[in-house]
C-alpha cells in the first residue's frame, strides 16, 4: 500500500484497536459478504428481491436520525478561518479531545478502510479520500454514494494527496457525538453517529466543507447545488446548477419531467447531479461542473409518482431505506406520502409495531417512516440520468439559479445585473419557515448560496472567492434567482411548482440565448409575462404579472434583514457587496 496511507491506518488502528482490518476493494463478492453479514448480525433487513432486488432496510437509534450541526465542527488553528457562521474548534484541542474518545473505540470489532473517489475516478476534477470505519452501514453506503475500492488506491499511486477520514460508531452517545472537519489538514473525524449525514464522510464533509477549502486554495468551487441539462428538440443541450435551501424542490427540480407540451416537442431534462456540485474553469474560459457523488441520498417522506417519479424508480434496486417503515405483508417498504396505501401489517421505523391511526399517549399521530428516513440509491438507477454524468471534464453551465421559499417577495425569477450581482443575490438567498419547521411561521432564515451548513471556511471569504471566480473565467454562466412558493391571500401557492418549472427554465436559457428581453426592476431583470409559456395552466396573463411583480416596500424590509445579517462577517465582507447593496437601497428609492 502507500505508505501515507498504511501509516494513517497504522496509527489509528494503534488508538481504536480493532479485532480485525480489512481493506475494502470494491469488488461485489467482498460487498455481498458484508451485506450478508449485516443480515445475519440484524443490522440490516433484507427486503422482498422479487419485487425491490438488491435493496435492504436499515434502522439507527431513536437519538441518532439527523445531521446534527448543534455537533459539526470546523477545527481550525484560528477562529477567524472558520469565521462566523461556523461552530469552531481550536484543532490541536480537538484532536486531543477526539483521540480520548475513540481510544479503544473499536475493540471486538471490524476496522474497514474505504478508499474511495469523489468523482469519476482518474477525473482531472476527482478528489480521493480514504474512510476508516466500524460500520458496515458505512461502507455499504460509501459503495453507492461513491466510487470506492482498489481502482482508487491504483489511481491515488505513492501520492499522499488524500482526505484522512476517521469515523467509530462508539457507544452512539449523543453528548459524545462530534463531526469535526480539520481543513486545513484535509482531515474528518467522526463519532458516536452511525447516521448517514454525518458519517457517509464522502458527502456533506467531504464534498463541501473540506471542498469548499481546497476549491477556496486551488481556485475552483465546491457548491451545494444540483446540476441538469435542458435537451432541446433539435438536440442542442443547455446546462443549469442550481442551490436552494432544504425544502425547497431541489432534487424535484433536478429530475423534472416536462409539461406535456414540451415533451411533445421534444424537450427532455437530464439528470447529472442532485446536490453537490464541483465546479473549475475549462480551457475554454467557461464554467464547467461535475457531480463528484455517485448515488442519491434522498429524503423518502413526500418521494412519490406524482412529486418524483424519476427518484421513486431509482429506489427500485440495489438500494438501502433507512428509518422507513417495513411493509411485512410483503417484504417491502413504505413511507408518508409515498401512496394512500399505508400497509394493514407494518413495523415502524423504530421497529414497533405499527397501523394507519396510530396515536401516542398525547394523542398525537404516530408516524411511519422518520420525517428524515432516507434512500440510498444508485445514480445509475434514475431513469433521466444524463449520459454526461460521468464525463470526466464536467458540463459547461449557461447558468446559475439561486431559490428560496419566500411567500411575497422575491418575484417568480429574475435575473442579476451582472457577475457581482448576481453573487449578490446568492449571499442573501433566504427562506421562510413554515408552520412544519417551528411555530413561527414566515421567519426569514438567511442561508447563503444554500452553504450555510456546509461552508468549511470563513462565509466573508467565501463570498470574495465567489467575486473572483471572475478574474478567472472568461464567460461566465448568468446567475439567476427563482421563487416557486408566492402564495395567495389565503395561503395557497399560485405556480403549480414541479413539472411545470420547466416553463420558467426555457425562459432562463432563452435569456442566455439572447432570445428575449426582459424589465429592468430594483432587484433585477424580470420577463415580460408574454415571454413565459401559459400554454395548458389555469394562470391568466394577470396572474403570472402578480408572480413577477417587485413590491419596492417589501424589499425595503427586506434591506434591513440583509444589513443585519451582513454585520456578522464585519471586515470580511467584501467591498463589492456593500456596494451592490447600497446600489438596491438606491434603486428601491428611485
Known sequence: MNKFVQKFVDENVELCQPEKVVLIDGSEEQLEALRKEAVETGEMIKLNQELLPGCYLHRTLPNDVARVEGRTFICTEKQETAGPT???LQKDEAYAMLKELYKGSMKGRTMYIIPYSMGAVGSPFSKI???LTDSIYVVLNMAIMTRIGQKVLDQLGDSADFVHGLHSKADID??????????EDNTIMSINSAYGGNVLQGKKCFALRIASYQGWQEGWMAEHMLILGLKKPNGEKRYIAAAFPSACGKTNLAMLIPPKEYLEKGYEIETVGDDIAWIRVGKDGRLYAINPENGFFGVAPGTNAKSNPNALASTRKNTIFTNVCLNTENNTVWWEGLDKNPPKNAIDWKGNPWHEGMVDEEGKPVKAAHPNSRFTAPAINCPCISPDFENPNGVPLDA??????????APLVYESKSWENGVFVGSIMASETTAAASGAVGVVRRDPMAML????????????????????????????????FRTDENGNFIWPGFGDNMRVLDWIIKRCEGAVDATETAIGYVPKAEDINLNGLDIDIDTLKGLLSVDNDMWKKDVEGIEEF??????????ALRAELDALKANLNK
Open 86 to 88: 461556523n461552530n469552531w
Open 174 to 183: 449523543p453528548e459524545k457525538r462530534y463531526i469535526c472537519q480539520f481543513p
Open 129 to 131: 479520500g480514504i474512510e
Open 453 to 484: 451548513p456546509f461552508c468549511g471556511y470563513n462565509m466573508g471569504d467565501y463570498f470574495a472567492h465567489w467575486l473572483d471566480m471572475k478574474g478567472k473565467a472568461t464567460k461566465l454562466p448568468k446567475i439567476f434567482n427563482v421563487n416557486w
Open 400 to 409: 446559475i439559479i439561486f431559490g428560496g421559499r419566500r411567500a411575497k417577495t
Open 566 to 575: 451582513y454585520k456578522k462577517f464585519g471586515d470580511k465582507l467584501p467591498e
